[in-house]
């Protein structure tokens, strides 16, 4: 249920139209025009009873005692507007206080100690409120001690009670407004911290959505072109061959049960089913080249592994990454080298490993999944503070050099 945010006044002003088949309603101009004044002078409905109390209790105590004075309707019917302007409302209440003399009440006395503490919450002049305070708590004063009004019943001398008094009620309005200071700055800073949650939320979301899909696009491409190039061998060659077709098709459905088996892995960890966890299997590294050279050299690229320096023991992540860097690189030279000699080098340095995939292809320019491929290339890389480069060679075919440092940032 959406909750009624309108203001009072434009509430009220709803009246049913009894002739009226079904439910309608009109609006009384007049009480319009009195709710959008009201907007205009920031009247709540707590002011409107805060006044009406407040008055007819001043009412009440003048006619009982015989001493009613309009003076009294100064201190209590300013309430009304007691937040658009606090020290009008506060100044026209002393005034009453003044003209009234003895004819002031009790009522009309809560009235502008009310006055003074709304002077302490709704005004921006506090230098300008707190001279009102004591100018107007000097001038009761002086009434006190001229003899009009008596002495007072409380333990308080007749010169410091107006001053007691009245800058209590404004303290208090100070207090009050200081702890709603504090609670909106709350909110608020609740509410950055909450919209800085969502963005963190969302950078993470999509940080993990890419990685996702590099990681699909890793295991798809390199498969599928295996597949693609090997089902076309096994075309080529059924009739004449069926012996080497049937070798090939074998090798299409390896490849197949392969990439089946990553998707299962990748796409049970995105289940939302908690009944039973997903599938585990160690991540591929470095030390499955051989195997991954085995498979691209079945579907006829001849390539070659050539290893420089001592091997090192590498951290998981950039093992993962360097794997996944020759592998769409080895893709790729599948897809458009043409069947042509192609190399991968590792060289183990002091600085870090680099990888690099150099075919002799006479591709005349990179297709659209190269460039995918270096995306991903490149995103792996960033994340361990590494390089890639790649581009056609100028003596022919196509290149393609990452480095990453052993000892990521």
């Keep these: 249920m959406i909750p009624d945010t309108r203001h009072p006044w434009d509430r009220a002003q709803i009246i049913p139209r009894a002739d009226a088949g079904r439910p309608t309603a009109r609006y009384s101009p007049l009480v319009r025009q009195l709710g959008t004044r009201a907007r205009q002078l920031d009247v709540r409905g707590l002011d409107v009873y805060l006044t009406l109390v407040m008055t007819a209790w001043a009412t009440a105590e003048g006619l009982i005692a015989g001493n009613l004075t309009p003076a009294v309707f100064l201190c209590t019917l300013p309430l009304l507007v007691r937040r658009r302007w606090p020290i009008a409302v506060f100044l026209v209440g002393i005034a009453g206080i003044a003209l009234g003399a003895n004819n002031i009440g009790l009522a009309a006395l809560l009235a502008v100690l ?36 008596g002495s007072s019943a409380l333990p308080i001398p007749n010169q410091v009670l107006p001053l007691a008094l009245l800058g209590a009620a404004y303290l208090a309005g100070n207090e009050i407004a200081s702890r709603q200071r504090q609670a909106d700055q709350q909110r608020e800073r609740a509410h950055q911290l909450e919209e800085e949650r969502s963005e963190a939320v969302a950078a993470a979301a999509e940080t993990e959505r890419r990685h996702i899909a590099r990681e699909l696009h890793d295991v798809v491409a390199h498969s599928v072109s295996v597949m693609v190039v090997q089902a076309g061998a096994a075309r080529k060659v059924m009739n004449d061959k069926p012996d080497a077709a049937r070798e090939s098709l074998l090798a299409v459905e390896a490849s197949g049960h392969e990439a089946m088996a990553e998707l299962r892995r990748l796409l049970g960890v995105l289940s939302e089913e908690d009944n039973e ?23 006829g ?47 183990y340095t002091p600085d870090g490993l680099e990888v690099e995939v150099i075919d002799e292809g006479t591709m005349s320019a990179p297709a659209d999944g190269i460039g995918r491929g270096l995306s991903g290339m490149r995103e792996r890389v960033a994340l361990f503070g590494g390089t890639v480069e790649a581009g056609k060679r100028a003596e022919g075919g196509y290149a393609v050099l990452a480095r990453l440092p052993l000892d990521p940032p």
């Design 114 to 149: 009310t006055a003074a503490v709304s002077l302490g919450i709704y005004t921006r002049h506090r230098l300008v409120a707190s001279f009102l305070i004591v100018l107007s708590a000097a001038g009761i004063a002086i009434e006190y001690t001229s003899g009009r009004n």
């Design 277 to 299: 966890a997903p599938p585990l299997a160690p991540q591929p590294g470095m030390a499955g080249l051989d195997a991954l050279i085995a498979r691209v050299q079945e579907a």
């Design 301 to 347: 690229l001849p390539a070659e592994l050539r290893v420089e320096g001592p091997p090192e023991s590498l951290p998981p992540g950039v093992d993962v990454a360097a794997y996944r860097i020759v592998q769409e690189a080895l893709t790729n030279a599948l897809k458009y080298a043409g069947g042509a000699r192609t190399e991968v080098v590792v060289r």
